[in-house]
């Protein structure tokens, strides 16, 4: 495979690449629409950006890219076009999942998979399973996620152990509550990126961008190509992360 991400990554420790990049592919309704096609044709051609993104990412040593495919709210969509996102979900990964496991990606999936029927969640699980021990990229794909039901789910967990009186409720705390989240033994992402204009997070993880640096664009996810995700990339590089310091501190610890 052509490396498409060049030498700026790789050569030059001053560049600073994301270890997670998390993404809401937003736009593909849109961009159909612009061009008179279906929805349903705008979320095809999103299928073929996603394909590119993930050998972009795994090629770049990017370490997680988690992508978001289908949020708790978009069952809110008529009937026809969930049924025929959740075709092209699942035809995809089935489509997929040999190439992906060849190129050393691991596969995951966050998200409530009490709404699917077993044969897809029996999918799922093989998916995962076959690419557990890749070394590669790790690819997660958020479909029936929102950010607050992962956060209701560990808290959940939490209630239970101290229900049962396997914690006490003073040891609950940020780890502990992190332990039970989705990624939970994932960095955070360190870039978060939005397609298709509009400015909010529509309930994606919550919990982990805390501290994310989020890049919005207007370019909808069909037109989303290797250039603008260099592009992104290149904002996140010239950004300085203070995580609560002043800039001054940040510059003295990158420097010793
Ligand atoms: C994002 O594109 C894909 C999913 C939510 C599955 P949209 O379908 O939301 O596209 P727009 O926002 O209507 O253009
Ligand atoms: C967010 O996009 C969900 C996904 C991309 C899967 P939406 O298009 O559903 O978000 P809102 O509802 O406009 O905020
Ligand atoms: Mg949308």
Redesign the pocket.
Known sequence: MKPVIQDPIKSSTEYRLPRHVAII???????A?RRHLP?FA??RA?VAKVRELVETCAESGIEVLTLF???SE?WRRPVQEVSL?MDLLWTSLKKEIRKLHKNNIRVRFIGDRHAFASRITDHIDAAEALTAENTGLTLVVAVNYGGRWDILQSVRSLACAVSTGELDPEQVDVAEIESRLSLHDLPDPDLFIRT?G?RRISNFLLWQLAYSELYFTDT??PDFDQKAFRTALDDFAGRQRRFGMTGDQVETLRNA
């Open positions: 592919m937003d736009g593909n309704g849109r961009w629409q929805r705008g979320h999103g495919a289908f949020s978009n996102l298709g509009e909808l996810w």
